[in-house]
């Protein structure tokens, strides 16, 4: 049986875009791939837009924890997909690298976040679902 890739989506706090990115691909990816986020520091909590704009799709995230990526989540990696270009990470990534553009929700309400929402939802489909 071959094993499932893991797919990382890393952001600044890990607790908005990144969170999006995996939770959207455990949604609409199935089993097909193995989602993780992390960030480079972490906040304390996910952003609760973030967590709001989710639910909406039945999707619940309010329990995890942002945590920082580690040297063995870009070994273990098949695919590290970077929320913002440009972040500096702690190790080398050993799988595929692609590198998305998308703002930090930080201090966005539920109401801002579902186009941000949907445009990792739309970028999700066409690049790893495809």
Known sequence: MTPTPVVLFICQHNAGRSQLGAALLELDGGKRFTAASAGLSPADEVNPAVAASLRELDVDITART?????????????????????????????????????????????????????????????????
Not at 76 to 88: E, H, S, T
């Open 66 to 130: 942002p945590r920082a990526v580690t040297a063995a989540d870009l070994d273990d990696a098949d695919l590290v997909v970077l929320m913002k270009p440009g972040l500096r990470l702690p190790a080398p990534v050993r799988g595929e690298l692609l590198e998305w553009s998308f703002p930090n929700p930080e201090s966005w309400d539920a109401e801002a976040v579902r186009p941000l929402r949907d445009a990792v939802r739309a970028r999700i489909a066409g690049e790893l679902l495809g």
